[in-house]
């Protein structure tokens, strides 16, 4: 059966947050396609979680990762898992309090929206490159880079897969 009680529209989350901020704050925020779910990804989540009370993924749609992540030549069209089916596996994860998706290439509108404390990305950002920080830091957030501990990437899984 489908677990869907971690999945929210922006509405419902604000309206969570707002309605028990003790257990959602300080709330920390991180957002990405994350297309075939992998060991530094649960990593990086685990880490992010450990920032705040609560983490919020905000989840690439599938309209939005075909924007950002282009088809290469041979390479299957992105996503390979569909947004519903991405979004239920990162709500299960432990570290994950909620996923809300989004459709435009940042999530620029989400961290207005929400105005999480902390804004975390992996350690392959930069801060001043991040569309995100420059509104997190209009509010006195911060925005923090993770170290990557597991260097691998969903785009050299499927070129492995794919040379196999």
Same mark, same amino acid.
């Given at each position: 059966?489908?677990? %869907? =009680?971690? *999945?929210?529209? +922006? ?9 028990? $901020? &003790? ?29 705040? %009370? =609560?983490? *919020?993924?905000? +989840? ?9 992540? $282009? &088809? ?30 989004? =459709? ?47 260097? =691998? ?12």
């Amino acid at each position: 059966m489908e677990n %869907r =009680s971690n *999945i929210y529209s +922006l509405s419902e989350l604000k309206q969570a947050i707002a309605t028990d $901020p &003790q257990k959602w704050r300080p709330l920390v925020f991180t957002n990405g396609c994350f297309d075939l779910l992998h060991a530094g990804h649960v990593r990086y989540l685990h880490a992010a979680k450990l920032l705040g %009370r =609560s983490l *919020i993924v905000g +989840l690439n749609s599938d309209r939005s990762v075909q924007t950002i992540k $282009p &088809q290469a030549d041979g390479a299957p069209a992105r996503p390979i898992v569909p947004e519903l089916q991405r979004a239920e596996v990162l709500a299960a994860l432990r570290s994950v309090d909620g996923v809300v998706l989004f =459709s435009e290439p940042t999530a620029a509108q989400l961290v207005e929206a929400l105005q999480p404390e902390i804004y975390a990305k992996g350690g392959d950002y930069r801060i001043e490159t991040l569309p995100e920080a420059s509104i997190v830091h209009a509010y006195g957030g911060h925005v923090k880079l993770i170290q990557v501990e597991i260097p =691998s990437s969903t785009s050299a899984i499927i070129r492995r897969i794919l040379n196999s």
